[in-house]
Structures are given as structure tokens and as C-alpha cells.
């Protein structure tokens, strides 16, 4: 059986990249690949590797079960979410989140610039937050601490970061029927802040 044509792409994170509560066609990772494709630019729909609730040792475990995964001409990261929420450390995450970015690195055969980081959006804005009691502010807090990490370590490592915090604190509304997660129309705009950087990276 011939393989299928095009470049291959990796996605890597949680409930933010495998697009819980809204059908598989309008995950991000799917959304970009699709975006490029109408760009003329041959890029496969994604290995996604991701589930709810996930936090990055949990993410690096999956990958461990998922291996060989051989190279990939584009690789995106986005996790924490669930560190934060679990209430773990800023330090741990630190830790955790830069061997998964080496890891990332690894898989795209040890090219930086053919990755991308994306950050955590801020869950602090949603309906569900509310529901939860949670104060809000101190969740946006956290997630821009947790933010700040990741974009430290990916700029260490000439990894560009794509900052979609803000579009979530935006269009807080724009939720699935959970009241927490992003509905198809964020998706879309994440897909939007993603799509000149993954072109980028695969001109290179």
C-alpha cells in the first residue's frame, strides 16, 4: 500500500489539541492542516497525541506508549492547563515542560524551527469558572505564570511561541456546551494566530 503523500505533522498536548466537545474536523491541529493545504503547502492531517485532563508527565508517558514515532516535518506542544489546575508547581512544570519541548525538537530530527509552541488559554474566563467558584483572577494569574515558563523555554530553545492567551480572554463566550472548552469558532481563530507561523516553519 503506497503511503500517503505530504509532509507529516505532530500535535502534542491535551484537551485544547484533541478538541474536547467539538467534532474532530474542527480541531485546531486539523483546522492548520487543512488551512495549509488550501495554501498548496502538502501537509498530512495530524498525528494528534492528546487527551482531556492530561498534564505533561502524563503527556510524556503517552508519548513513551506511542513510541517509535519516527520524524516529523512540523511538531506543535501546547500543555499545562492541567498542571495549573491540579494545583502543581510552576517549578515541576518547568522541569516537565522543557523535556517535553526537547522531545518535541526530537521528533521534528532535531530541527527547532520546525516547531511551535502554543499557549495555555485561560480557562479563568469561562462560564465554568463560575460554576466552580473559582476565583478568577488568581486563575489568570496562574496561567500567565505558566505562560511565562513556556515561552522562556521555547525561545531558549529557538522555538517560536504562538501567544493565543489573549484571543480566549477575548472571546470568552466562544465556548463548547461544557462551558469550559474552546467551540470551533476559537479553534478557528487559534488556527488563524497559527497559520503564518506553520507556514513559515515549513518554508524553511
Known amino acids: 500500500m503506497a503511503k500517503p503523500a505530504g509532509m507529516r505533522y505532530l500535535a502534542l498536548g491535551d484537551s485544547y489539541t484533541i478538541g474536547e466537545g467539538v467534532d474532530a474536523s474542527l480541531r485546531w491541529p486539523v483546522q492548520l492542516a ?3 493545504r488550501e495554501e498548496q503547502i502538502a501537509l498530512r492531517d495530524p498525528r494528534i497525541i492528546a487527551t482531556t485532563g492530561w498534564t505533561t508527565d502524563e503527556l510524556n508517558s503517552a508519548i513513551d506508549v506511542a513510541e517509535p514515532l519516527g520524524h516529523w516535518d512540523l511538531v506543535s506542544l501546547l500543555i499545562g492547563v492541567n498542571n495549573q489546575y491540579r494545583g502543581r508547581t510552576v517549578t515541576d512544570y518547568r522541569s516537565e515542560f522543557r523535556a517535553l519541548l526537547a522531545r518535541a525538537i526530537g521528533f ?7 516547531v511551535f509552541v502554543v499557549s495555555i488559554p ?3 474566563v469561562t462560564p465554568f469558572a ?3 467558584a473559582r476565583d478568577r483572577v488568581n486563575v489568570s494569574a496562574e496561567i500567565d ?3 511565562a515558563v513556556a515561552r522562556e523555554i521555547a525561545q531558549a530553545h529557538g522555538v517560536v511561541f504562538v501567544d493565543i492567551t489573549p484571543a480566549s480572554r477575548a472571546n470568552a463566550a466562544q465556548v463548547a456546551e461544557d462551558g469550559l472548552h ?3 469558532a476559537m479553534y478557528t ?11 513559515k516553519l515549513l518554508a524553511q
Open 34 to 36: 487543512r488551512a495549509l
Open 108 to 114: 521534528a530530527n532535531g530541527r527547532a524551527d520546525r
Open 122 to 124: 485561560d480557562w479563568g
Open 130 to 132: 463560575k460554576t466552580e
Open 145 to 147: 505564570a505558566f505562560n
Open 182 to 184: 474552546p467551540d470551533g
Open 189 to 199: 481563530t487559534w488556527t488563524q494566530l497559527a497559520l503564518p507561523v506553520a507556514r
